[in-house]
């Protein structure tokens, strides 16, 4: 299989996915003690001993939230130049735009 000359990606590759891309903004992504909850909206990404990262679900610009590892966060910044922001154990939040993807025929 062919291998992306980009980010070096072979079934990887998030190029041509997202229309666009970009990293979380303020108040899109709050630390909070464990006994606290934000509400529906957001998703629990990480716990320490004191504190919760809890990130959106949609962003505030209607853009969908994209938890991806490591790699595939230098794949996207290759790709798109937005930053993931480290929200927990190899885990990073990026917000997109997902490209339409036509129905397959029937």
């Known amino acids: 299989m062919a291998r992306c ?18 990293a979380p903004m303020e108040g ?11 509400g529906p909206g957001w998703v629990r990404t990480h716990t ?3 504190e919760v990262c809890w990130v ?7 853009l969908r939230l994209e938890l991806v590892g490591s790699n595939q966060r230098w794949r996207i910044r290759a790709h798109y130049g ?17 490209r339409e ?6």
Do not use: I, Q, S
């Open 48 to 50: 320490r001993k004191r």
């Open 82 to 98: 937005a930053e993931g922001l480290w929200v927990g154990e190899c885990t990073y939040a990026l917000y997109v735009l997902p």
């Open 5 to 22: 000359e980009v980010c070096w990606g072979a079934t990887t590759c998030p190029g041509g996915r997202y229309l666009k891309v970009r």
């Open 28 to 38: 899109e992504v709050l630390w909070l003690r464990p006994d606290e909850d934000p």
């Open 101 to 106: 993807e036509e129905p397959e025929p029937l």
């Open 56 to 62: 959106r679900e949609v962003g505030l610009d209607g």
